[in-house]
């Protein structure tokens, strides 16, 4: 079992940068991949971001390529998402997600409760 915490979810200006950390307790975080999904209203949840469990694979949305930077340290049992350049359709509730290898779609055992980043034009 993980527990993941969410946080650093703001109100930010487009063109700001901001970092998401998902913190995990539990057993073995370092053998779960952790993926970042978000949500807004109307609209389905949304893939951002992935890291396998060594941190040498990464995936991402095409949405973010160039601006999110996904990382990990296993040794403090936390994930991190390194948003920048945001923009206003970067909106909603982002939350990490951990399971065993790495996956685009929100097929993950265990979720963040999220965490709310909203960004003004």
């Known amino acids: 079992q993980v527990q993941l915490v969410d946080s650093g979810g703001r109100l930010v200006q487009a063109g700001d940068s901001l970092r998401l950390s998902c913190t995990a307790s539990?057993?073995?975080?370092?053998?779960?991949?952790v993926g970042w999904f978000r949500q807004s209203p109307g609209k389905d949840r949304e893939f951002v971001a992935a890291?396998?469990?060594?941190?040498?694979?990464?995936s991402f949305a095409d949405s973010v390529k160039g601006r999110f930077a996904i990382s990990r340290d296993n040794a403090k049992n936390t994930a991190y998402l390194q948003m920048n350049n945001l923009k206003p359709d970067d909106t909603g509730v982002y939350s990490c997600?951990?399971?065993?290898?790495?996956?685009?779609?929100?097929?993950?055992?265990?979720w963040g409760q999220g965490t709310q980043v909203t960004v003004s034009s």
């Open positions: 890291i396998s469990w060594s941190g040498a694979i990464t």
């Open positions: 539990g057993r073995n975080f370092g053998a779960y991949a």
């Open positions: 997600a951990a399971r065993f290898g790495i996956e685009k779609v929100p097929t993950y055992d265990y």
